[in-house]
């Protein structure tokens, strides 16, 4: 029987098993994709912006110094603006006092950091690849069914926590009351080579389709994260190389120079889904599985890391003074701290989304105005700016950059 049974080692179930690394709980990660497989869905192509609150995490699970010189750039200004209009915006980081607003660092690179890491530690065993496919939850632990090379198996645990991202059976099947819709967007991705350098400047460009993000990374490149609508992504994909380059190039015009060298390109249907409560006796659902929010502000991993550093701090106050990890008591504690983090991001992610996707008049001025504003109002930048480096409100002890035990 093990302690917890973590469902999903994808960026958010494996950095939490790096969490719980150092209390004497006894951990399962289950995995149902191979971690260097080519269709892994969580280390993938994406190059993820990790807000400053988050590197913090990273460096107190000791995940950061695995994550290689090379692969992680810092974000130094970004650059906000509203396609062909008037309002735009600039946060720059020595406004904030911080080496850096925040970094990019390629998922499959914070993947490999993130397996080396969970190799090396003696309480963690990982089931890979294993699918859970059922959960019976009972009085005083849940029990896993478990798939494994066509043979069934089963798992016994204090408690399940299910991190298996946006799309999975056992999370339908768990039943939880939730929010979701689809966008009518998708994310393409990709990486191209500015002809200036990137200078670690980050652009958020809202355009009718979508947000259309540069993030700066590593060898002076770009990760493209182009929200399209879903009618206009089959092009996108299947264009030659030069004609996206020259669509792009359009969309974001000329301020890094000619826009050369596009890498592959991935597409990323968008939808938002919210669960009401994400926890009940003996179960916890954090990451993706228990919100997904639009990829425009950088924010679901940050958040899902945020959940991390709390249920790991709730865990093991929980176990050090003798109460059952699993009861109600304990996962309630977990997200009373959480809910209020958790509904403002996805709140705030989702209006930037309805108000530069709208054309409405009134709305286009005072959207751009509020640009212009917050470059203009220190106050409200810094109030804006702390929530999305993830330094606002009551932090867990990693978060602060603290060891868990
Ligand atoms: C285009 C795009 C760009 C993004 N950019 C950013 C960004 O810049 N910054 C940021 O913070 N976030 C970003 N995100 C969001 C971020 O990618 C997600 O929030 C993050 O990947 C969620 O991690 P997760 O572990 O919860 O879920 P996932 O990454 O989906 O991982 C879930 C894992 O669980 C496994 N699994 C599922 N079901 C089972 C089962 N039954 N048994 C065993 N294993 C199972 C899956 O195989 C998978 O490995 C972006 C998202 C998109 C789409």
Redo the contacts with the bound molecule.
Sequence with gaps: MFDIVI?????????LACALAPTNLRIAV????PFKSQH????DE??????QG?KRILDAISVWSEIGKADATPIKTIHISDRGRFGASHLRHTKYGVEALGY?VP?RALGNALIQKLDHLPHITVL?P????GLDVEHDQAALT?LQDSKQDKLTCRLVVF?????????GSLDFRTESYKYGQT?V?STVTPSFPHNNTAYERFTETGPL?M?PTRQNRYAV?WTALDEQVEGLLHCSDDDFLEQLQYRFGDRVGALQKLGIR?A?P?SFVKVERPVRSRIVV?????H??H?V?????????RDVSTLAEVLYDADSTGLDIGAIGVVDRYWKWRERDVNRVGVFTDSLIRTFSNNFLPLVLLRDTALVALDLMPLAQQFLVKRTMGLAGKLPRLARGMPLV
């Design positions: 469902v999903g080692g994808g960026l958010v179930g494996a950095s289950v995995e149902a994709v892994q869905p969580s280390y994406r190059v993820l912006a990790i807000a988050s990019t998922a890979c294993v699918k859970v496919t478990i991190a298996g991202g946006t799309t999975t059976e056992i999370g994310a991705i993000a993030l994260v991935r990323y968008l954090v990451g993706n599985a228990a997904t929010i990829p502000a950088g924010q679901g991993f940050n958040l899902g890391l």
